[in-house]
């Protein structure tokens, strides 16, 4: 079984401030996704990425991925209380046949 | 209507009853899966079917059973529940090669077993 290790775990800050969650594998995937997933719903996709060193923007939050497509990491901007929630990154192996997800990370946004 | 439908939402069971969740899309997707997740260790999957005629373990399905009656149904049975069944269930679906649109999943099933 594959994993994908995320850091930190939790994190707990102040709207304002900015943040990184890593995603990290030995296994080299052919896409890796990332999801949000609040209390109580189940995880929502926010972005794919497929290149070794794609980045992408989504609005405040900046998603990459690693040049030997092993890692990924998202940046959040100025964290407002609505991205409070469990960050979940998912690498996709053989063609989208096998999907591992990320022990996930638990982020807190203090008003 | 939610594109995934999951029931019920939330479930306490004793042990050694027998169990089964239920999934419905209105996506069109081919394929299902049924995931379990635990703090600290993520979404692991259970089982997944690709169509109808297909059906596949995942990574835990000792102890879990499923039966994909339509290609909008997808159902998790638990044969025999047992205490460290007691977990949030979530049912998925993909289009094929689930592509850059990546899984939709369902609200989920919170299920203890007491």
């Known amino acids: 079984t594959q994993l994908l290790e995320q850091s930190p775990q939790f994190l707990s800050i102040q709207e304002g401030e900015n943040l990184t969650v890593y995603c990290n594998s030995s296994s080299v995937f052919s896409s890796l996704q990332w999801y949000r997933q609040e209390p109580g719903e189940g995880p929502v996709l926010l972005v794919t990425?497929?290149?070794?060193?794609e980045v992408k923007k989504l609005k405040r939050l900046t998603f990459q991925f690693g040049d030997a497509r092993k890692d990924s990491s998202l940046h959040i901007t100025a964290a407002q209380p609505g991205d409070t929630g469990l960050y979940l990154c998912a690498g996709a192996e053989g063609g989208y046949q096998k999907v591992t997800f990320g022990t996930g990370t638990k982020l807190q946004v203090i008003p | 209507d939610a594109d995934v439908t999951q029931t019920p939402r939330n479930r306490i069971t004793k042990t050694g009853k027998r169990i089964m969740l239920e999934c419905s899309q209105t996506?069109?997707?081919?394929?299902m899966y049924w995931y379990r997740q635990d703090p600290g260790l993520g979404l692991r999957l259970i089982y997944y079917?690709?169509?109808?005629?297909?059906?596949n373990k995942g990574e835990i399905s000792d102890g879990y059973s499923v039966s994909r009656q339509a290609q909008a149904k997808f159902s998790l049975s638990l044969e025999s529940a047992i205490p460290n069944q007691t977990a949030l269930y979530f049912c998925?679906?993909?289009?094929?090669?689930?592509?850059?649109?990546?899984?939709?999943f369902g609200s989920g099933t919170r299920l203890t077993v007491v």
């Open positions: 996506k069109g997707h081919d394929r």
């Open positions: 990425v497929v290149t070794g060193g």
């Open positions: 998925a679906t993909s289009s094929l090669g689930q592509g850059r649109d990546g899984y939709t």
């Open positions: 079917s690709f169509d109808v005629k297909d059906i």
